[in-house]
């Protein structure tokens, strides 16, 4: 069963002037270590950095908060698998309220798919149930 839905899209160059005006304290306060680290690798790193916030607003939304009950930027984060595969890992408030939100008997899967076309970063997030086996 589908738990909640989010999107969202946000503009790689609004992102860009972010990080040059405000550099560091800006991706400390919204990216975790690890998110920095992969993105300061590739050679597009505004564009990471990009999808990444966009991933972040479309879990809060798909969690049915937004940014503005009390979870943290980085409650929520970006990794990978080996293939590539996006995944989002979620901490703090962001995992307390994925808790409450999942049915008694049931395990949450969240679904995160990112995509880019400059100036443009689209994220999409499924939170799904499904019933725990055994």
């Excluded at 890992?89 to 049931?106: C, F, I, K, N, Y």
Aim: overall charge neutral; aromatic content about 6%.
């Amino acid at each position: 069963m589908i738990l909640g839905i989010g999107s969202d899209l946000a503009n790689i160059e609004r992102i860009g002037k972010t990080i040059e005006r405000f550099g560091d304290r800006f991706k400390t306060r919204v990216f975790t270590e690890a998110e920095r680290a992969k993105a300061e690798r590739r050679r597009d790193s505004v564009g990471t950095y990009a999808k990444r916030w966009a991933a972040k607003e479309a879990c809060s939304k798909a969690l049915g908060t937004g940014l503005a009950m009390g979870i943290s930027w980085q409650d929520m984060a970006v990794t990978n698998l080996e293939t590539g595969q996006p995944m989002m890992q979620v901490t703090g408030w962001a995992a307390d309220r994925l808790s409450e939100m999942t049915p008694t008997g049931h395990e949450a899967i969240i679904h995160v798919t990112l995509t880019d076309d400059h100036p443009w970063a689209q994220a999409f997030v499924v939170i799904e149930a499904r019933p725990k086996s055994g």
